[in-house]
């Protein structure tokens, strides 16, 4: 198990204030993850021959859209890859109100359209929930690699079971499809947020701790062969520190997986991992011998 250092230093989210409304709280985590994460003279990776055949898909995390991952995506275009950055329906001004068949279909839509502008070699990449979902979607669908950055969110580590009880009572009277007042929690401490556009029928599928989104079967589910390059930083969120050791042991064997520890917070993960992500895709996709 390989583990290395590199620095960002921030305040670990998990003790800041809450924001005042959920629709706030939102729109600063995609800003902090967007804006002031890049560092400026890090170094830039040229473009290999073989670069035009790789292509990733890069998820963002829950509340925000596609464009929150942008920094990230820069960097990796620079490399030359192809980089796709799709909104997922546990983000935006609609968050939950699709199941999560629908972000698998966005998904997979993405890895066909790679395909048809000449990437041979794909990626599924991600940061918190997202990461998580790229890890949901490498057991679904083949890839060439995994990048889980900080992944995070997992069904069963909201104590969301009310919400999800009443969910159910909603469906059975016909009201699964009707935008409604749900709630979201936090992995750490007993905080909830408000999804105001949410839709019972699709809140079940994301946060029944016996649905697809179980981050235990998930992980359980990658496929055998799938090289991971797992981020975990030194001061993420709590919960996922403490399953460190459990999700770098859960990962199918391979030789290349190898497990990244930035200085970093959860939010700074992305940006402190992207130097390192960069070459482990040169030398695991990129470079790999045809």
Not at 78 to 85: D, F, I, N, P
Request: aromatic share 6%; with cysteine.
């Amino acid at each position: 198990m390989e583990m290395e250092m590199a620095s960002a230093s921030r305040a670990d989210p998990s003790r800041q204030p809450a924001c005042p409304s959920t629709a706030a709280r939102r729109r600063v985590l995609a800003l902090l993850a967007s804006l002031g994460l890049a560092r400026p003279g890090a170094a830039q990776a040229a473009a290999g021959p073989n670069a035009g055949r790789v292509g990733i898909v890069l998820l963002h995390g829950i509340g925000a859209t596609g464009a929150s991952m942008e920094p990230l995506a820069a960097r990796l275009r620079q490399a030359g890859w192809r980089v796709a950055t799709p909104d997922l329906p546990y983000g935006g001004p609609r968050a939950f109100s699709e199941p999560v068949e629908a972000a698998e279909r966005t998904v997979l839509a993405e890895l066909e359209r790679l395909r048809r502008e000449g990437a041979t070699r794909l990626v599924l990449a991600g940061f918190s929930l997202g990461g998580f979902f790229a890890a949901h979607m490498a057991g679904r669908t083949p890839v060439d690699a995994l990048v889980s950055i900080a992944p995070n969110g997992g069904s069963d580590m909201k104590p969301l079971m009310d919400e999800v009880a009443r969910a159910r009572q909603l469906v059975a009277q016909g009201r699964g499809a009707q935008p409604t007042l749900m709630k979201d929690a936090a992995v750490v401490g007993d905080e909830r947020y408000d999804l105001p556009h949410a839709t019972p029928a699709a809140y079940i599928t994301w946060f029944d701790h016996a649905g697809a989104m179980n981050w235990r079967g998930v992980w359980s589910r990658l496929r055998p062969g799938t090289p991971v390059f797992l981020v975990v930083p030194t001061r993420d969120l709590a919960n996922l520190r403490k399953v460190k050791r459990e999700l770098w042991q859960g990962l199918p064997r391979h030789p290349a997986n190898r497990l990244y520890e930035p200085r970093a917070d959860h939010l700074g993960a992305s940006m402190a991992s992207a130097d390192e992500a960069v070459k482990w895709v040169r030398e695991v996709v990129e470079n790999r011998p045809l």
